[in-house]
């Protein structure tokens, strides 16, 4: 079953080619590790599968879905980690958490693991960076995701979030994306590819 298709997708911004003609396929349960110097793009090919931003060309499918139509739908099946994690509200975090409640289950085994009980009654600007990490790692499991994509991976997530990601992406052969500056296998093993001048390059090792 095809999860992910990109078939030539190209991004520019000003006069600076960011993507060109990227294609990849991802089936249910493969895991792909993008890698890369910093500014060759990754965020933006990540953005552009979540059409968080506009593609130039090309085509993209999730789960047989154009993002550039059906982007809430597809959303609600992904579970996404973004490169930067910041929540600008006044609100604590248990209203933060009775709006995801609407919308998901609540699944409080999970939020005990991820020892975020204790902090219900705090102002969510107060919360470390680990503790938003966890924030939004709850947030894409509590959707029970078809589809894990987690930018920039070796530096925004900790220990305790991949515990669980890699065991709900283990249970239940999810697919996952993940993005890195380097090869990176923190989430078991991978298909490595090189973005670099634009293009998608199959990494051997």
Same mark, same amino acid.
């Given at each position: 079953m095809e999860v992910v298709k990109v078939i030539n997708l190209s991004k520019s911004i000003g006069i600076k080619n960011i993507l060109n003609n990227v294609t990849l396929i991802l089936h249910r349960g493969e895991r792909l590790n993008i890698y890369g110097r910093e500014g060759s793009g990754k965020t933006i090919l990540i953005k552009c599968l979540l059409d968080l931003v506009i593609r130039d060309g090309g085509s993209i499918s999730i789960f047989g879905y154009d993002p550039l139509n059906y982007r809430?739908?597809?959303l609600k099946?992904?579970?996404?980690i973004p490169q930067?994690?910041?929540?600008?509200t006044r609100l604590n975090l248990g209203d933060i958490l009775d709006v995801i409640h609407n919308l998901y289950e609540e699944r409080y085994?999970?939020?005990e693991e +991820? #020892?975020?009980i204790g902090y219900i009654d705090e102002d969510v600007r107060k919360l470390n960076y680990e503790h938003l990490i966890r924030l939004y790692t709850y947030i894409a499991l509590a959707k029970e995701p078809k589809l894990i994509i987690i930018d920039d991976i070796e530096t925004k997530i900790d220990g305790k979030s991949l515990y669980l990601i890699r065991r709900y992406i283990d249970r239940n052969n999810i697919t996952l994306i993940t993005t890195s500056r380097n090869p990176s296998?923190? +989430? #078991?093993e991978y298909i490595h590819a090189l973005l670099d001048g634009g293009g998608l390059h199959q990494y051997p090792g």
């Open positions: 809430e739908e597809i099946q992904v579970g996404y930067n994690v910041y929540i600008r085994g999970l939020l +991820l #020892g975020l296998n923190v +989430l #078991g």
